[in-house]
């Protein structure tokens, strides 16, 4: 791995833990054991990393999504993977992150923007499409703006008015708004898909616990 890769790697992993605004580019330069100087070598400011750690985590979150979209068994299995896509991100995440972003670095933000209104909604919509399809969503579901909606749903758990950090759980606050969203859009048939999933995921969760 090179200064660039390394630098870039040790800024995602603490904007993450911190968020952005609290993480200086002294501190990263003395998590990486270098000077300042040869982090500006690659970045002309703290705007430039943070648009680079930006660039990386959208390309790994699309990698991840689609991955998720080839191992589902079903539109319904589709979402239950993104929702524990989202658990182990939120645990990893501070959620600062994205306000920082929206504050302090606005053309990396509207970066993020394009990705939720352009892959993220596009990657949705399909799945409400195939759901409906498969006789496992409504069929007189209006794919457009349920898709919107899901989307903001999601994001909505950052959202520090909405849910004060150190205050909420966001994992169990996606999975809440999750479920109500599936069960809105569920047949009886993709609702037997749900209750198959629920169990799955208690099962798996009450494992991790006991050890």
């Known amino acids: 791995m090179d200064h660039q890769e390394r630098i870039i790697e040790k800024a995602h992993e603490l904007f993450l833990r911190y968020g952005i605004r609290s993480i200086s580019m002294d501190e990263i330069a003395h998590h990486l054991g270098m000077s300042k100087k040869t982090i ?28 998720c979209t080839q191992r589902s068994e079903n539109p319904v299995h589709e979402i239950y993977l993104g929702m524990e896509m989202m658990d182990d991100m939120l645990r990893l995440t501070n959620p600062a ?25 596009g990657l949705i919509r399909e799945n409400l499409l195939r759901g409906v399809e498969q006789g496992l969503y409504r069929p007189e579901i209006n794919v457009n703006i349920l898709a919107k909606y899901r989307l903001l749903s999601v994001f909505m758990v950052f959202n520090p008015e909405a849910f004060p950090a150190g205050k909420s759980d966001l994992g169990a606050i996606v999975c809440e708004l999750t479920l109500n969203f599936l069960y809105g859009i569920c047949t009886p048939k993709g609702q037997k898909l749900i209750q198959k999933y629920n169990q799955a995921r208690n099962k798996n969760h009450n494992h991790d616990e006991r050890k």
């Open 97 to 121: 992150l994205i306000y920082d972003m929206q504050k302090y670095h606005p053309s990396s933000y509207r970066k993020l923007e394009n990705h939720q209104q352009g892959f993220l909604f």
């Open 40 to 67: 500006y070598q690659f970045f002309t400011d703290k705007d430039a990393l943070v648009e680079a750690v930006v660039d990386m985590e959208l390309n790994s979150n699309e990698n991840e999504c689609l991955i």
